[in-house]
């Protein structure tokens, strides 16, 4: 019963604060956002620690969701049309914010360690804030069309930084890393691959034959659901997993399928998407703040300019549009989801340092989930991609 309350409590203050958000024209995750953090353990604690830790799979479910509709807009043929700029691009973005984030952070902090690990994380972008402001207001266009390319390739550059760079970190550190452990990022793709591919295949075999009426929720749910427990028993990114998935299934079967069952998904994702946001505004903890201070204001500005001076590079490198390349990226600052579950991973490898990465990025992730919504909903009506 104790969940259901929870689950009960998020839902009443998720709504409340999303309305009352809708009268100032604001994105509904800053509602959801400041839900979190008022019935958070750090203001009048509806949810406690225990509690949030009990919901933990509410969000890996909502991370499911999104990273399977960015991989259901991947149609090849929208692909064919964009060509490959999205993939270049998202690679000079990811690692010119790697190099400037790292740079940066060296200067000031004078730990190699810090400043390698906080730049891999830097490079990754969170989709669920961005998929919410195009859900919400019906994003379609040019600049969207690249936001959802890039989205999907960024963060297995971040998985592969990351793994490289937690690998010299624990060199410096004086560890022994074996041989396997250089081969751990691109092992993790390879399985998310196999899995995800896998996946999208039975999902649409098993949907031609009970996706029917009602029994189309029973197969989306159990296609959210079996691949999360696969990843959480072997150890995988449900983000890169569902991409593949999604990817897979709408351009391996019939649109009318497709759209079944993606319709079917994109329906129930609203409430599964409102307790995601509440639970990361509820994580937040300005305990952390005046404990980080400068490497975290650091942290924000370097990531932010990376983010924009990779954008142009890479549009300048594929001969993109002006306008795609001044805009493109300051829509990428979004930060909480992926970012957050790299920094904890270094609890466990650099205990030490860990704590620190971790208080950066999520207080960084709380400043970037504040700002990105509003950036993001005026380049969109900028370029007139939204209603």
Known sequence: MDVLFDITVILLFGLFTCNLIKRFKLPNVIGYLLAGIIIGPFLIKFL???????????????????????GAELRINNIKKIGSKPFIMSIVISLTTFIIVSSGLFIISNSLVLSLI??????????PTIMMIFKQYHAKGKLTNHILGIMAIDDITSIILFGFSLMIAKNINNEI????QWLDPLKEI???????????????IISKYFAKGSDNLI???????IPIIIC?????????????????FVNLFKVRLVN????TIDYFSVPI???????????????????TGLITLAYILFRTIGKIIGAYLGGSLVKSDLKIKKNLGCCLLSQTGVAIGLATTTLLVLPKEGEIIVAIIIVSSFVFDIISPFILKNRLKFFNEIK
């Open 118 to 127: 906080l730049g891999s994380i830097a490079s990754a972008t969170a989709p």
């Open 232 to 248: 959480d028993y072997i150890d995988l990114s449900p983000f890169l997993t569902f991409i593949i998935m999604g990817f897979t």
């Open 48 to 70: 406690d620690f225990s509690d949030l830790e009990k919901l933990d799979i509410l969000s890996m479910i909502a991370l499911g969701i999104v990273s399977f509709l960015i």
């Open 190 to 204: 390879l399985l998310s691959l196999l899995v995800g591919i896998s996946s999208g295949i039975v999902l649409g």
């Open 273 to 291: 998407l409102l307790i995601f946001f509440v639970i990361s505004g509820a994580n937040i903890d300005f305990k952390l703040i005046p404990l």
């Open 219 to 225: 197969v989306a749910l159990l296609f959210i659901f």
């Open 177 to 180: 890393i074996t041989f396997n």
């Open 260 to 263: 079944k069952i993606s319709d």
